[in-house]
């Protein structure tokens, strides 16, 4: 090997030693971050290409006359109608009006029936004397007693809480009955084996194996929440997005009734990817799931 190839292999072992600089130890995060930034962007398009497809034919189908504007106006007057909404404070109004109606009951029936069904669970006499009520109440449909919540409680708040309360209670109630009965008896069986009193045994071991289902029965219930309080606002309200949408249908404001009902769909899926953060809060012992 001559000198000359000698030196040349001597300054390339010596660059590959060298610290980076300072311009190269920043760039490097950067880089990583437009890279991790672009992964993110291309997942979401991947995920969210259905939706948009359907946004996109919305758009175009009204324009290009294959369905009449008038019942089905493009997406963009939608969403312009609902700015015009939300500038004259209408909207606002509207979304307040409805959020404070759900969260309240859905609330309560969290607060209420998730201990209830525990115990109906838990205690095996409890559960045989309510089972028949329980089936009878949860086979009557709710908007079914919407006139009978209406007429005892009027037209106001109260009635309108209520018939949310009653439409989440049965699928936190089921599901929350189900997941004690299915925790593992091998798991109960060995905590008493090593000596856990009741309080200890409820803590530790029931209530974390029963939380994935209960939190089924909390999701499903934000979605009655929702629909049961949409068809009341319908029926006798003043103000909520039930009342924005059947008004604006009465009055023919389409392009607000269908920005009425995509208000809807936001706030649902804001209340579900809101209780998903939870879930994976209260449940972080849980080993996720990969494909």
């Excluded at 959020?99 to 045989?128: D, E, H, K, T």
């Excluded at 009027?154 to 929350?176: D, F, Q, R």
């Excluded at 103000?239 to 009465?250: T, V």
Aim: charged share 15%.
């Amino acid at each position: 090997m001559s000198s000359l190839e000698m030196l040349t292999l001597l300054e390339v072992a010596h660059r590959r030693r060298e610290p980076l600089t300072s311009v190269e130890k920043s760039a490097s995060p950067a880089a990583d971050r437009i890279r991790a930034t672009a992964r993110g962007l291309a997942a979401f398009g991947h995920r969210s290409l259905l939706l948009i497809s359907l946004l996109a034919a919305w758009e175009a189908a009204p324009r290009l006359g294959l369905i009449d504007p008038v019942f089905l106006p493009p997406f963009s007057e939608v969403i312009a109608a609902g700015w015009q909404l939300a500038q004259t404070g209408e909207l606002y109004d509207d979304v307040a009006a409805s959020l404070l109606r759900a969260l309240s009951g859905f609330l309560i029936s969290v607060a209420l029936i998730v201990p209830l069904g525990v115990a109906v669970g838990w205690y095996a006499g409890l559960g045989n004397l309510v089972n028949q009520f329980i089936e009878v109440c949860r086979n009557t449909a709710p908007l079914a007693l919407l006139p009978v919540f209406i007429l005892l409680l009027g037209i106001g708040e109260l009635s309108k809480i209520t018939m949310v309360i009653y439409s989440c209670a049965w699928p936190l109630l089921l599901n929350t009955v189900a997941a004690v009965k299915q925790v593992d008896p091998l798991l109960i069986k060995s905590a008493r084996t090593m000596g856990a009193t009741p309080q200890q045994l409820f803590r530790k071991v029931i209530v974390p194996a029963a939380l994935p289902t209960i939190f089924v029965g909390i999701r499903l219930a934000s979605a009655s929440a929702m629909l049961v309080l949409v068809a009341s606002e319908m029926v006798g309200a003043k103000a909520g997005l039930g009342y924005l949408i059947i008004n604006s249908q009465y009055s023919f404001l389409i392009p607000q009734m269908y920005f009425g009902i995509l208000s809807i769909t936001v706030i649902g899926l804001a209340f579900n990817a809101i209780l998903e953060a939870l879930e994976r809060r209260f449940m972080r012992w849980k080993a996720p799931v990969t494909a």
